[in-house]
């Protein structure tokens, strides 16, 4: 199972759904789904902006849980 950091990294950032929206035009809802971790697939352009926007690598975003 990938298991997504994005809602930790909002949280060191103090940063609000709506605040990721802004910043990366990403729909509310791609940011949404991987927030809460429900997404189906990643796509590759929003996996990037998020990365850009927190200044992190993909791994920093992602990660494969080997228990799930």
Known sequence: MI???????????????SDVVRATGLSRNTVT????????????IALDKLCELF????SDLLERDANH
């Not at 909002?10 to 609000?16: A, D, F, L, P, T």
């Not at 789904?33 to 590759?44: I, S």
């Open 3 to 17: 298991r997504c950091h994005l809602a930790r990294l909002m949280g060191e950032q103090k940063m609000k759904i």
């Open 33 to 44: 789904l991987m927030y809460k971790e429900t997404a189906q697939k990643y796509d590759v």
């Open 55 to 58: 200044s992190c690598d993909i």
